[in-house]
């Protein structure tokens, strides 16, 4: 007897029409994603093409390596500080929020937050500089973290094979650039994976070139990930003692509050009223001022801040120590070196048959996490962890 329950196909066709109805003209159509090769247990399941995405990336091992990496503050024994995983799972539900009010596509939304730091190296951005001067040493272009992102997802998952996402996602991935202030994003549509293989080979020669997302999602993301740390950072900071909040910038405070929740709360509030109806994401100029103020503060008081790094030459000294400990293991063809037992030997012919030895030592460095890392030294050269409370005035 046949039966009447409608077919995953069906539901899936019925979702996919129902996205038509509910989201925005301007929004991303699961029907319209496009990947580099078509999957008969996509075409078949039940999913949505984005929904696969975000799975796919949740459960790589990109992913897992979050839980220990840097997002500001290292060697910090201090468990209530941000650690990138806890980052990226504020940039998935603010731009998610905002996705939601402005009818967009939560799904691709929701891949490309999950996957827009999946790139970063072991200590956080400081950790990026020194494996980029490690790079440019040995002949291979800058390290920059939204590269080494599409790296990861597309050539190195899977032992190589790559998890075969859609443009759309990689896009959104790729362009993330959460540092550099803009008071509108709009999208530049109509991209091939010709035109994005190509931004990525030029953001990968020259690391200023300025790219747009393709889709309106990808920017909410890329404007989301700004919400979620600019606050976040300066609650850690305080609570290191590094700041004061009466020291917050006054105008800054007058606009978005001084406090993590205020200062999301009135920057997700106001990019949604400025947004709605316009097919791009703005704040408007009083806040677009005042959250480049605050993040000017940020950097000038927190990032640059010399007293949260007396390791940094340590770690950089160690970035080269281990890159070149790798690199001569690879050239020697050392199989008892882990970078053969825990990452080579178990990638695919592929991998092994177009990657260098310079690009294999920086694949496998960079998906390390700072504990990872750390352990392959003897104790007596791991920089140690400071006190989890700098001393007053230090800022």
């Given at each position: 007897?046949?039966?009447?329950?409608?077919?995953?196909?069906?539901?899936?066709?019925?979702?996919?029409?129902?996205?038509?109805?509910?989201?925005?003209?301007?929004?991303?159509?699961?029907?319209?994603?496009?990947?580099?090769?078509?999957?008969?247990?996509?075409?078949?399941?039940?999913?949505?093409?984005?929904?696969?995405?975000?799975?796919?990336?949740?459960?790589?091992?990109?992913?897992?390596?979050?839980?220990?990496?840097?997002?500001?503050?290292?060697?910090?024994?201090?468990?209530?500080?941000?650690?990138?995983?806890?980052?990226?799972?504020?940039?998935?539900?603010?731009?998610?929020?905002?996705?939601?009010?402005?009818?967009?596509?939560e799904d691709l939304i929701e891949a490309i937050a999950l996957g827009h730091d999946i790139g970063h190296c072991p200590f956080g951005h400081d950790g990026e500089t020194c494996l980029s001067e490690v790079c440019v040493k040995h002949g291979l272009e800058p390290y920059q973290h939204n590269?080494?992102?599409?790296?990861?997802?597309?050539?190195?998952?899977?032992?190589?094979?790559?998890?075969?996402?859609?443009?759309?996602?990689?896009?959104?991935?790729?362009?993330?650039?959460?540092?550099?202030?803009?008071?509108?994003?709009?999208?530049?549509?109509?991209?091939?994976?010709?035109?994005?293989?190509?931004?990525?080979?030029?953001?990968s020669r020259n690391p200023d070139l300025a790219l747009l997302p393709m889709t309106l999602e990808g920017c909410v993301v890329r404007i989301a990930d700004t919400i979620s740390y600019v606050g976040r950072?300066?609650?850690?900071?305080?609570?290191?003692?590094?700041?004061?909040?009466?020291?917050?910038?006054?105008?800054?405070?007058?606009?978005?509050?001084?406090?993590?929740?205020?200062?999301?709360?009135?920057?997700?509030?106001?990019?949604?009223?400025?947004?709605?109806?316009?097919?791009?994401?703005?704040?408007?100029?009083?806040?677009?001022?005042?959250?480049?103020?605050?993040?000017?503060?940020?950097?000038?008081?927190?990032?640059?801040?010399?007293?949260?790094?007396?390791?940094?030459?340590?770690?950089?000294?160690?970035?080269?120590?281990?890159?070149?400990?790798?690199?001569?293991?690879?050239?020697?063809?050392?199989?008892?070196?882990?970078?053969?037992?825990?990452?080579?030997?178990?990638?695919?012919?592929?991998?092994?048959?177009?990657?260098?030895?310079?690009?294999?030592?920086?694949?496998?460095?960079?998906?390390?996490?700072?504990?990872?890392?750390?352990?392959?030294?003897?104790?007596?050269?791991?920089?140690?962890?400071?006190?989890?409370?700098?001393?007053?005035?230090?800022?």
């Amino acid at each position: 007897m046949k039966s009447d329950l409608p077919t995953f196909q069906e539901v899936k066709a019925s979702l996919n029409q129902r996205e038509l109805q509910i989201l925005s003209k301007s929004a991303a159509y699961s029907k319209d994603a496009v990947r580099r090769r078509s999957e008969d247990r996509i075409d078949t399941g039940h999913r949505q093409n984005y929904a696969v995405d975000s799975d796919r990336i949740l459960h790589s091992l990109a992913y897992a390596r979050y839980i220990d990496k840097t997002q500001v503050f290292y060697l910090v024994e201090d468990d209530h500080i941000t650690h990138r995983v806890l980052h990226v799972q504020l940039v998935s539900k603010i731009s998610r929020t905002v996705g939601r009010f402005l009818g967009l596509n939560e799904d691709l939304i929701e891949a490309i937050a999950l996957g827009h730091d999946i790139g970063h190296c072991p200590f956080g951005h400081d950790g990026e500089t020194c494996l980029s001067e490690v790079c440019v040493k040995h002949g291979l272009e800058p390290y920059q973290h939204n590269v080494q992102s599409i790296r990861f997802l597309e050539h190195i998952e899977r032992k190589g094979k790559g998890l075969n996402l859609t443009l759309q996602a990689l896009d959104g991935i790729l362009c993330h650039d959460g540092e550099i202030h803009v008071q509108a994003l709009s999208p530049q549509p109509d991209k091939t994976f010709d035109s994005f293989d190509k931004e990525v080979a030029d953001k990968s020669r020259n690391p200023d070139l300025a790219l747009l997302p393709m889709t309106l999602e990808g920017c909410v993301v890329r404007i989301a990930d700004t919400i979620s740390y600019v606050g976040r950072d300066i609650e850690d900071a305080i609570r290191l003692n590094l700041i004061r909040r009466d020291e917050l910038p006054r105008r800054c405070v007058e606009v978005l509050g001084d406090t993590n929740g205020t200062i999301v709360y009135n920057l997700v509030t106001n990019l949604i009223a400025s947004s709605m109806g316009t097919g791009a994401v703005s704040f408007s100029q009083p806040v677009s001022e005042a959250l480049k103020a605050l993040k000017e503060f940020n950097l000038n008081r927190i990032y640059l801040n010399r007293s949260i790094k007396p390791n940094t030459n340590d770690i950089r000294t160690l970035f080269h120590m281990l890159y070149e400990r790798y690199l001569k293991d690879l050239q020697q063809n050392n199989g008892s070196s882990i970078i053969f037992s825990q990452y080579l030997n178990d990638m695919s012919a592929q991998y092994r048959d177009n990657t260098s030895a310079p690009q294999v030592a920086r694949d496998f460095i960079a998906g390390m996490t700072d504990k990872f890392f750390l352990r392959q030294f003897p104790e007596d050269l791991r920089p140690k962890s400071i006190s989890p409370r700098y001393p007053e005035g230090q800022g």
